[in-house]
Nanobody, 125 residues
């Protein structure tokens, strides 16, 4: 098993940037495909980005492509989400999630087994 703790959320103006971190404990994070998923009030969970165990493959939601970058530092057991050009519609609780390594870097939140507690991102207009 792996335990995940997110940090780095906050309040930012539209056009600004934030960097989220997800620290893992337990098994090494290189054994997992990692993802960021967000949920706004009254809305379903939304896939944001995912990265393979080695970091060689990344996938993004169309809504964040070109603005967000997911990365990982396996030596630090940490995954990051760099968020640039933030928009009010990015406002949500952002969760880190993990699933055991597989060939597919999944975009489906329900295929991830382990979740952090989430960090709030609020973008003002």
């Amino acid at each position: 098993q792996v335990a995940l703790v997110e940090s780095g959320g906050g309040l930012v103006q539209a056009g600004g940037s934030l960097r989220l971190s997800c620290a893992a404990s337990g098994r090494t994070v290189s054994s997992y495909t990692m993802a960021w998923v967000r949920q706004a009030p009254g809305k379903a969970r939304e896939f944001v980005a995912a990265i393979s165990g080695s970091g060689g493959r990344t996938v993004y939601a169309d809504s964040v492509q070109g603005r967000f970058t997911i990365s990982r530092d396996n030596a630090k057991n940490t995954v990051y989400l760099q968020m640039n050009s933030l928009k009010p519609e990015d406002t949500a609780v952002h969760y880190c999630a993990a699933r055991p390594l597989s060939i597919i870097v999944s975009r489906r939140p329900n295929e991830y087994d382990y979740w952090g507690q989430g960090t709030q991102v609020t973008v003002s207009s």
